[in-house]
């Protein structure tokens, strides 16, 4: 009852921009890119190499970017970075927040602010023990 199964992937701002497409064809979850990289932030995060994924180089030149450090898709509460590992982090347009489905059925908002602390193996954040599954650790509620 305290995994994610399906969270909310901003659609992309352009026809060539594959966020937010069913089956987009990345890894299973896209959502648990987290940690793989650079990436060590949660929901509507706009930090640089969060979202990898084709055609990226493409958007960027669309948005008028000369570099990584692209202004109008962090107003976007978006990033743009092809890096070959096709992931994408959990984007709304919601105020403070994303809205998810667990693993049980149930539908919950979860805050821009929820703990993401930095993944240790005896101390995950509480973003990261929503993504992982029977990983021993309980999560309350009141903590998203």
């Not at 987290?34 to 640089?48: D, F, I, Q, W």
């Not at 984007?91 to 693993?103: D, I, L, P, Q, T």
């Not at 993401?116 to 309980?138: H, I």
């Amino acid at each position: 009852s305290m995994t994610l199964l399906i969270g909310e992937v901003r659609a992309g701002l352009a026809s060539l921009d594959p966020r937010g497409v069913w089956a987009l064809g990345g890894p299973a979850s896209a959502l648990w890119g987290h940690g793989a990289l650079h990436e060590r932030c949660g929901p509507n995060c706009a930090e640089l190499y969060l979202d990898n994924f084709p055609s990226c180089l493409d958007l960027r030149v669309l948005q008028g970017c000369t570099n990584h450090h692209c202004e109008p898709l962090k107003q976007e509460k978006m990033t743009c970075w092809y890096s070959g590992q096709n992931q994408s982090g959990a984007r709304s347009m919601h105020a403070g927040g994303v809205v998810a489905a667990f693993c049980d059925g149930s539908v919950r908002f979860i805050s821009d602010w929820i703990d993401q602390g930095g993944f240790t193996t005896t101390n995950p954040s509480v973003w990261e023990r929503l993504n992982v599954s029977a990983d021993g650790f309980d999560v309350d509620e009141s903590q998203f």
